[in-house]
């Protein structure tokens, strides 16, 4: 579904991508985790194609995307409604339909009520849920994820991963989560592979998930006792 | 399953009307001030208000203010709106490509820099005395204003937004419905606002230099006879064609435009 091929990607003279490559077949749902500016946003630009490769070479099966990003990056002048049924026009629908499939996804991330509201007129986490129906409305065969949960209280991110564990088995979606907290990614995540600056990757073995999350926890707090 | 009740606030009519009250007050002031300076003034230079308004009357009660005033009125349309669709399109054009900017900044550079009144001679040069020269005049002088403000719109516009239309696939025209013409709504407004004033002055300008009619032309006709309540009146007829033109097309317009920001206020 998604192949990369001995990838650079540079900015400037900050070298991003060095030398990376693998393969994420269909159906599955990658997990990127690493530190800020280790090339994770980089790699779903690649894939959606906003970005190009310097070098090597990135193959995406020719399927509808869905986009998920940091920020919700609504059109702050339509409404919640129209945001989510405006790919859905792009895609051909017309407005009636468009927006009845739209208020459908909004009811499924738990926005029914607000489907009039413009996007200054709710908060960050219900922001960013119009931005996940928006994704899954047009159904979507690869969706990235760029950190979709950051803005959100732990509740509601608990509430959203279920919703979304359930819709993405439901559809058999390919998904490539980019996330820095890896108790999310190994939530969601069937292959999770963490990214170190300079471009290296290392694929983490998920066959104990509990001894990779105590790993982890232990790296991010040090000293503190686990 | 998430869950989340809806709620709105409400509005600051109070706010609202104490503005208004205000701005009836600064009226009413620039009105008094108007009818002590007419005490102390020669009324052969300063009609007072009672003069002007019996002259308004007189003016209306014939067929002299309708038409002049429709004169003026066709000229401004059709002067505004060729310049304002021109400038539009090549705001929009400009903004998206820098060559066409590139190419089309030493046009903007002399229109905005070469004074009104040599437009004026000019366009009198090429078209004679009539509506040609004055709708030319105006249209000529509205373009860049409006060009300006359409390229800053369109170089403003987030563009991130512009980055989620590619990727959901936005065609081109659905681009511009759906980011880009909003985007520029606000910079658009705005520089309708300012290009209506300017035309206005545009207009009386030309009327004055290079037409027989038109409140511009009665204007100075009323100066060189010295008939000073005349022309005071279409002073004041001007200012309500201009208070018309902003309050019940400008106003209603930018609230149209920009419904989507009150529905957030």
Redesign the interface.
């Known amino acids: 579904m998604i192949t990369f091929l001995h990838v650079s990607k540079s900015f400037d003279s900050l070298k991003v991508l060095h030398d990376l490559s693998f393969h994420i077949a269909a159906g599955q749902i990658v997990g990127i985790v690493g530190p800020s500016g280790s090339g994770k946003t980089t790699i779903l630009r690649l894939i959606t194609g906003i970005l190009a490769p310097d070098g090597g070479t990135v193959t995406v099966a020719e399927a509808a995307v869905g986009y998920v990003f940091q920020e919700p990056r609504l059109l702050p002048w339509r409404t919640a409604l129209d945001n989510v049924a405006a790919p859905l026009r792009a895609q051909g629908l017309d407005k009636a339909r468009a927006r009845s499939v739209a208020s459908h996804w909004l009811e499924r991330m738990g926005l029914q009520g607000f489907e009039r509201y413009h996007p200054a007129e709710l908060s960050g986490g219900m922001a960013q849920r119009v931005s996940i129906a928006r994704a899954f409305a047009t159904e979507p065969s690869i969706l990235v994820m760029d950190e979709p949960f950051s803005n959100m209280d732990a509740t509601l991110k608990a509430a959203l991963l279920g919703i979304l564990q359930g819709i993405i088995k439901e559809r058999d979606t390919t998904v490539v989560y980019v996330t820095h907290e890896l108790t999310e990614a190994l939530q969601l995540a069937d292959r999770i592979v963490e990214l170190n600056p300079g471009g290296g990757l290392r694929e983490l073995d998920l066959s104990d998930r509990a001894a990779v999350a105590r790993e982890w926890l232990a790296t991010t707090l040090g000293d503190l006792q686990v | ?6 709620h ?1 606030g409400s509005r600051g009519a109070a706010t609202r009307r104490t503005r208004l009250l205000f701005a009836v007050l600064g009226a009413a002031a620039i009105l008094v001030g108007w009818w002590l300076l007419s005490l102390w003034v020669n009324p052969a230079i300063m009609a007072s208000p009672a003069d002007t308004a019996r002259a308004i009357a007189r003016l209306a009660w014939g067929d002299t203010l309708w038409i002049q005033l429709l004169i003026t009125l066709k000229r401004l349309v059709l002067g505004l709106g060729i310049g304002v669709a021109t400038g539009w399109v090549l705001g929009v054009l400009g903004g998206l490509e820098p060559r066409v900017r590139s190419f089309l900044e030493p046009l903007r550079w002399v229109g905005m820099t070469i004074p009104a009144v040599i437009i004026a001679v000019l366009a009198m040069l090429w078209f004679g005395l009539g509506d040609v020269t004055v709708i030319f005049m105006v249209t000529l002088i509205v373009i860049p204003t409006i060009y300006v403000n359409t390229v800053s719109g369109v170089l403003a516009i987030d563009r ?2 512009v ?2 239309g ?6 081109r025209r ?1 681009l511009l419905t ?2 880009y013409l ?2 520029i ?1 606000s910079p658009a407004m705005a520089g309708l606002t300012l290009a209506t004033g300017i035309a206005v002055r545009a207009v009386v300008l030309g009327e004055v230099l290079g037409a027989m009619d038109g409140i511009g032309h009665a204007f100075s006709r009323a100066m060189s006879y010295l008939e000073t309540p005349e022309l005071f009146a279409w002073i004041v007829v001007l200012l309500a064609l201009m208070g018309l033109i902003e309050f019940g097309a400008l106003r209603p317009l930018k609230r149209w435009a920009m419904r ?2 009150k ?2 206020e």
């Open positions: 399953m998430v869950s989340t009740t809806p709105k991130r937004l980055e989620m590619h990727v959901y696939r936005f065609s659905l759906e980011v909003p985007g709504a989507w920001r529905a957030a």
